[in-house]
């Protein structure tokens, strides 16, 4: 995902094809990348997880992208309804 061509539509597939192919949840994920447990990831935790789990290394900026993306309330940090909401269009709150 270094390349020119990079954009966040491509760090979701290849998000979402890692986690397939892990039978890793959202949820796992989520768990997995939020290091402080305060149920909100932000850069460096996303950038630690993505390559962990995906394997792909970003740049600060693509981070950046990706937070500004996924990011619906603006505070800089992504939330589990954010997250499920980029990765499958929906964002379903039954823990709420």
Known sequence: ???EEWTVEEALK???EALSSKDMSIEAFFGEIDADGDETINGPELHKGIRAIVGDILSPGQVSQIIK???EN?????DLSE???ALTGSAS???E
Do not use: C, G, Q, Y
């Open 1 to 3: 995902m270094s390349s």
């Open 14 to 16: 290849n998000l979402n």
């Open 69 to 71: 993306a996924f990011d």
């Open 74 to 78: 603006e505070d800089h940090r992504i």
């Open 83 to 85: 997250l499920k909401t």
């Open 93 to 95: 709150s039954e823990e």
